[in-house]
Nanobody
Framework: VQLQASGGGLEQAGGSLRLSCAVS????????MSWFRQGPGEEREFVAGISRSGRKIAYENSVKGRFTASSDAKNTVYLQMNSLKSEDTDIYYC????????????????????WGQGTQVTVSS
């Protein structure tokens, strides 16, 4: 499976960006899909994820109420990011997991075998 992330860029604090991740390869609905982010010298951290069933969506606490993860029937997942803050500045990655339980969202990077190339998000204050 291949993941292609896009949509990053430079935005002012309080603004919005939408990230997209196009998934190709094996059947899309078999995968749990998540977004992670990573800053220089930092570990990659979980941002938001959608379970394989699509019924559960989970968020990291600092983005709750500001970010929204979603997917469509065209094998694309999205991360709508509103009310951006300077601390949201990072490289954002989409990731796919085949082995998680049907209604679970996992925040551990080790659960994800497939990764996109990352897209830079920079928020100016």
């Amino acid at each position: 499976v291949q993941l292609q992330a896009s949509g990053g860029g430079l935005e002012q604090a309080g603004g919005s960006l939408r990230l997209s991740c196009a998934v190709s390869g094996r059947t899309f609905e078999n995968y749990a899909m998540s977004w992670f982010r990573q800053g220089p010298g930092e570990e990659r951290e979980f941002v938001a994820g959608i379970s394989r069933s699509g019924r559960k969506i989970a968020y990291e606490n600092s983005v709750k109420g500001r970010f929204t993860a979603s997917s469509d029937a065209k094998n694309t997942v999205y991360l709508q990011m509103n009310s951006l803050k300077s601390e949201d500045t990072d490289i954002y990655y989409c990731a796919a997991s085949l082995g998680t339980p049907w209604d679970s969202v996992r925040a551990d990077v080790r659960e994800y075998a497939y990764w996109g190339q990352g897209t830079q998000v920079t928020v100016s204050s």
